[in-house]
């Protein structure tokens, strides 16, 4: 069946230091890939999506490329805020599978000292 | 434009008491709706979806059930909870598409 991995954290930054979360799959096909964060207390908010081999998504300064001869969807963006401490979901769809369901990884959480 | 709500937004119950937690939807019609749990540092499972009104798959066997009485409402209940039912619960939303857009989550927490 379809996994995705990413690496555990925590992960503990500085602020306007480098952020990269591994992320990598295994899937039939040719599956989207997203990256979810998640606020302290809040629901989970789509960051970025990809949706074939060597796109890129990026939105709010994060980027992931999609890489299908890696199978990995690598989260990075360039200059952290103490704002963007949170907890990061790595998911892929679940193609043909009934009722469009994603398949998430478990969860990078990120924390960003001033 | 589409939103989800949840409520309560928190619920402390005891042991053996019923639950129910409702998730609507507003501004589209008949979304696949989901049901998942995160258990305190842990990641998302999955607990039940649904295409449409009645029509429930569930994707773990458990104490939980859930019902979808209205095109865009979808509720999960308990006859008696248990203590590992504790937990963030989150609802979820798809229309024609593979990106699911999240509710603000309900903390349930048994003692």
């Known amino acids: 069946g379809n996994s995705v991995t990413q690496m555990e954290g925590p992960v503990t930054l500085s602020e306007e230091a480098f952020l990269t979360i591994n992320c990598t799959y295994t899937a039939t096909g040719y599956p989207s890939l997203f990256w979810y964060v998640q606020y302290p207390g809040e629901g989970l908010q789509l960051l970025l999506k990809?949706?074939?081999?060597?796109d890129k998504g990026s939105n709010k300064g994060f980027e992931a490329t999609y890489r299908k001869e890696t199978t990995s969807f690598h989260l990075e963006k360039g200059s952290v805020q103490v704002s963007d401490s949170a907890v990061y979901f790595c998911?892929?769809?679940?193609?043909?599978?009934?009722?469009?369901?994603?398949?998430f990884g478990g969860g990078t959480r990120v924390l960003v000292k001033p | 434009s589409q939103t989800i709500h949840q409520w309560p937004a928190t619920l402390v119950q005891p042991v053996g008491s019923p639950l129910s937690l409702e998730c609507t939807v507003e501004g589209t019609s008949n979304p696949n709706l989901y049901w998942y749990r995160q258990a305190a540092g842990r990641g998302l499972q999955l607990l039940f979806y649904s295409v449409g009104i009645g029509q429930i798959s569930s994707e773990v066997p458990q104490n939980l059930s859930a019902s979808r009485p209205q095109d865009r409402q979808f509720i999960l209940s308990s006859k008696k909870l248990l203590l590992s039912d504790s937990g963030f619960y989150l609802c979820?939303?798809?229309?024609?598409?593979?990106?699911?857009?999240f509710g603000p989550g309900t903390r349930l927490t048994v003692l």
């Open positions: 998911a892929l769809s679940d193609l043909g599978a009934a009722g469009n369901k994603l398949t």
């Open positions: 979820a939303w798809t229309l024609n598409s593979d990106t699911q857009y």
């Open positions: 990809a949706t074939k081999a060597d």
